[in-house]
């Protein structure tokens, strides 16, 4: 009795896990040439102005505006959030 209760006790955890495993799926991993990211531009001080018209950089992130997409080393971005 005490193993039946100990596995209904755990039942509820095992369903969820098993759930959260089948619905996390790796992003595919972006390989950013020398045309799309430069290690060398990063900024961490650069102060950016807080408008937001949003940039989808070559990395496919979106950026708050064009400023922020440079201060982290992007060097090529379109107009417009990702996936838009």
């Known amino acids: 009795m005490k193993k ?3 596995a209904l ?3 509820p955890f095992l369903v969820s896990t098993a759930f959260m495993c089948e619905s996390v799926q790796p992003e595919p991993e972006i390989v950013l040439d020398k045309d799309c ?3 060398s531009k990063i900024k961490r001080d650069t102060m ?3 408008i937001y018209q949003p940039v989808c950089g070559c990395d496919r992130k979106t950026y708050g505006n064009a400023c922020e997409a440079n201060a982290q080393g ?3 971005f379109t107009e417009g ?3 838009e």
């Open 4 to 6: 039946l209760r100990n």
């Open 9 to 11: 006790f755990m039942l």
């Open 48 to 50: 950016c102005a807080a």
């Open 37 to 39: 990211f430069d290690a």
């Open 74 to 76: 992007i060097l090529k």
């Open 81 to 83: 959030a990702c996936g």
